[in-house]
């Protein structure tokens, strides 16, 4: 890293509220652009909009989907918002450079029988710990609508099999980033008890309060490596690995809920959404929304009253 990356993400990382992957994310941004610059025989401070430019259509070479190219953006954005401020540089090249649209993401989700066909596969591996963690990752991935980042951040003793809950905790909090409770039914929770006596043989000699620890690391597993997993259940199962992400199961948990007719406002909560705006991405207006969710999840059996 050259001295104005290093000294900007030690910024980040003294500022309250900006998240650890995000950290992660714009330092991989950054250092992109700058072995793009290096090529050019430019550096940061002689860069100008043209050759911003050029970078940008090189992004668009590389197929990248709008959501990735628009992180790169906000990252120099900020980053050069950063050098402006630190007076290292006199002009702003990303100053006019313009935000691309999102696309809707929301239409890569996954079907109710796509769901049911990949519950159907995992159910049936658990002879090992790898395995039995592969279906645990899917389960609680649809049965509580949680981010990938929630996922792996749990920690054992968050899990409260008794009142079939979570404590969502996450270990950085950002501005969408907020302790809440999510449940879970009865499906899920023999699925949580059978891999807690797994995972007890398989780190028994290793002391993590992780709900899935790494092998290598005294930390949780990484998003990529929960992707990795969910890639090679694709293959198995012969399904499009577009469609197995783990924000593929978030959307399919709103959206199957809320095309059940439960309350628009239960699962805003659930998801953890701050507005209901934004809920209501995964819906079409309808007449009549009821007030209970777990009467509405494909995974429940026994019709509980959770909420």
């Not at 989907?65 to 006199?90: G, Q």
């Not at 796509?114 to 591996?125: A, C, T, W």
């Not at 890639?231 to 199962?237: P, R, T």
């Not at 593929?248 to 309350?263: E, K, M, P, T, V």
């Amino acid at each position: 890293m050259t001295q104005e990356i290093n000294y900007f993400i030690q910024t980040l990382n003294s500022e309250i509220g900006v998240h650890k992957n995000t950290i992660i994310s714009y330092k991989y941004d950054i250092n992109q652009f700058h072995n793009f610059i290096n090529k050019k025989k430019k550096n940061f401070k002689s860069v100008n909009k043209e050759i911003m430019l050029d970078f940008l259509d090189s992004l668009k070479l590389k197929n990248l989907k709008n959501k990735t190219k628009t992180r790169k953006i906000y990252a120099l954005k900020r980053f050069y918002k950063f050098l402006m401020s630190e007076k290292i540089i006199e002009k702003n090249p990303m100053e006019k450079i313009d935000i691309p649209k999102s696309e809707d993401t929301l239409s890569i989700t996954l079907t109710s029988d796509q769901i049911e066909k990949i519950i159907k596969f995992v159910s049936k591996k658990n002879s090992n710990y790898i395995d039995i963690r592969s279906n645990l990752i899917i389960e609680l991935l649809y049965s509580t609508g949680i981010r990938v980042s929630e996922l792996i951040s749990i920690k054992t003793n968050n899990v409260d099999l008794d009142k079939k809950s979570i404590l969502i905790d996450p270990p950085e909090k950002g501005k969408s980033r907020k302790e809440r409770v999510v449940f879970f039914g009865d499906q899920t929770k023999r699925v949580i008890e059978k891999y807690l006596e797994f995972r007890k043989i398989y780190f028994k000699n290793k002391d993590t309060p992780w709900l899935f620890p790494s092998s290598n690391t005294n930390e949780f597993l990484t998003r990529r490596r929960v992707l990795q997993i969910m890639h090679n259940l694709a293959d198995e199962i012969n399904i499009d690995k577009d469609l197995m992400h783990p924000h593929s199961f978030r959307h399919a948990f709103g959206n199957h809920l809320l095309n059940s007719g439960a309350d628009i406002r239960v699962v805003q909560k659930l998801l953890g959404h701050s507005s209901i705006i934004t809920t209501q991405k995964y819906t079409e207006h309808r007449d009549k929304l009821i007030e209970t969710i777990e009467n509405f999840h494909p995974l429940n059996k026994n019709n509980e009253n959770i909420v």
